[in-house]
């Protein structure tokens, strides 16, 4: 089985910065595509940044220029660098990946347990 196990999350003020951490672990063959999502409370998940195994990434509009997302094909981990910081950004944060287990060659979606982000002052 795979596991995603994100970390960073916090309290922060706004215009501060954070970074999140996915770390990949388990049955995995390969990784695809990763991503970041966030839920506020009363919102619908959304697609905040995601990038593929050759390096393409992509961002919401409403975090471009803030945000930049990251990562290692070696170590099975990707980042979200998160400046300037709004009271909007306000959410829990969920890894996303795309993998292909070692032992079954099944491809899946896989979810992180989610990290939760709140920018008050």
């Known amino acids: 089985q795979v596991q995603l196990v994100e970390s960073g999350g916090g309290l922060v003020q706004p215009g501060g910065s954070l970074r999140l951490s996915c770390a990949a672990s388990?049955?995995?063959?390969?990784?695809?595509?990763m991503g970041w999502y966030r839920q506020a409370p009363g919102k619908q998940r959304e697609l905040v940044a995601g990038?593929?195994?050759?390096?393409?990434?992509n961002y919401a509009d409403s975090v471009k220029g803030r945000f930049t997302i990251s990562r290692d094909n070696a170590k099975n981990t990707v980042w979200l660098q998160m400046n300037s910081l709004k009271p909007e950004d306000t959410a829990v944060y969920y890894c996303?990946?795309?993998?292909?287990?070692?032992?079954?060659?099944?491809?899946?979606?896989?979810w992180g347990q989610g990290t939760l982000v709140t920018v008050s002052s």
């Open positions: 388990g049955s995995i063959f390969a990784i695809n595509d």
């Open positions: 990038t593929t195994r050759g390096g393409s990434t």
């Open positions: 996303n990946a795309g993998v292909v287990n070692h032992t079954t060659y099944s491809y899946s979606k896989v």
